[in-house]
């Protein structure tokens, strides 16, 4: 299908017009005098086939109905490159061997122009064109473990990213592993890794990018060299989260990946460590500064593969209203646990009560979390929670939601029955609880 198929006859007619053509850099006066500059694109597949699509100087696109152009003026010839040349430059291998895997995401992407969206792309001679700097900082070896969006990512596929870790690690002896993931869910992945591979002789490190790489506002680049330098330099052996810390293009943080969230839809620092601190912070031409002495050390014994995620635990959230068919029907449908983000302490409605303490009757668990961004769930202070209590819930401490949703699922694949499960979502294996709760959390600014 030709890439101008998309646009109707009156565009086609308008571009044949004043000879001019997709990907090529224009001048198009509008009927009210103004003037835009950009370059034509095809259609998206869910556009408006009488507006003209335009990629502005600045990244972004717009579409201009063509009753509304009175003059187009081609300024330039069209030009396809490639986002980055392919060649492969001079490698050393003198420098510590960081392996990055990519999963997907925005962090190496190329418009889409059928769609308008982007899809990922992933090789090391990319990497190296896309950052330059990482030439002199270490020998990257990358592959491309799937390529989809981040909200595409399942149980299995946490699964078969950690074999995938453990493999890397036990084989390959790298400094430290990089995964490239889209942020959406990001925090889920990072918290699946951190209890399914442990023992780690480096840090598994989850880099992602706000903004593509075709934008001139991309995050990109320093995010991967903070994410390389923590690679190289991070005294941890635990998986965590790399992303800007600030607006700017002065540091990133690194984030627990029990303990993190994406607290922002598009925000270059949209990333925060919730109930915690950061392990640390990373600007380019600096050592990394640690933040806190809590964390698991680079381990010098053999790596752990502790795999296998049990798919039918559903998370949901608590509103007003809320009728209890909805706890009945995954009842129903075989759900073996259930995370609950409640409000406040912990509460939810009188009518949920009941079908909580069927579900729990019957050995299913029922972690109650809160919708909260900090603080812990206490279902000890008022009535409502001590009847949750005595229905059988689990109060799932200062656990983010998403993160008692993960753990719940690995931990079913290994509990026998409700009471061991329970023990084991009170057991804190890589900090996903904090003992006590403290003002220091809150709010999690760094400079």
Known sequence: MSERSGYSP????????????????????????????????????????????????????????????????????????????????????????????????????????????????????????????????????AETVYSIFSEDMTPKRWDELAKRIYEIYRKEAPAGIIVAHGTDTMGYTAAAIAFAVRNLPGPVIFVGSQRSSDRPSSDTALNVICAVKTAIEAP??????????????????????????????????????????????????QRIKLLTSRYLKRSEEEPQLL?????????????????????????????????????????????????????VKDGIPIVITSQCMWGRVNLNVYRRGVELIKAGALPGEDMLPETAFVKLSWVLKRADDIESAYKMMLTNYVYEINPRSEERFYPPVWR
């Open 307 to 359: 795999g296998g995620f049990e798919e039918k635990v559903a998370l949901i959230k608590f509103y007003p209203g809320m009728h209890p068919e909805i706890l009945e029907f995954l009842h129903e449908e075989g759900y073996k646990g259930i995370v609950i983000e409640a409000t406040g302490l912990g509460h939810v409605s009188e009518k949920l009560v009941e079908p909580i303490r069927k579900m």
């Open 10 to 141: 009156a565009v086609l007619k308008l571009l044949e017009k004043y000879k001019a053509d997709l990907f090529q850099e224009v001048n198009i006066k509008l009927v009210d005098h103004r003037e835009i500059n950009g370059i034509i694109l095809p259609r998206p597949f869910y556009g408006d086939p009488d507006v003209l699509v335009l990629k502005l100087p600045n990244g972004y696109n717009i579409g201009i109905e063509y009753k509304k152009i009175k003059y187009i003026a081609v300024i330039s010839p069209a030009k396809r490159k490639p986002l980055v040349e392919l060649a492969l430059p001079h490698l050393r291998e003198d420098l510590p061997l960081v392996y990055m895997l990519s999963t997907g995401g925005t962090i190496a992407s190329r418009i889409d122009y059928s769609t308008g969206a982007v899809y990922p792309f992933f090789t090391a001679e990319e990497i190296y064109r896309m950052v330059p700097e990482l030439l002199d900082l270490a020998y990257i070896k």
């Open 236 to 285: 941890f052996g635990e998986s965590v989260v790399v992303m800007h810390g600030c607006t700017s293009d002065d540091y990133c943080l690194a984030h627990r990946g029990v303990k993190v969230r994406k607290m922002h839809t598009s925000r270059r620092d949209a990333f925060r460590s919730v109930n915690d601190i950061p392990l640390a912070l990373i600007r380019p031409q």
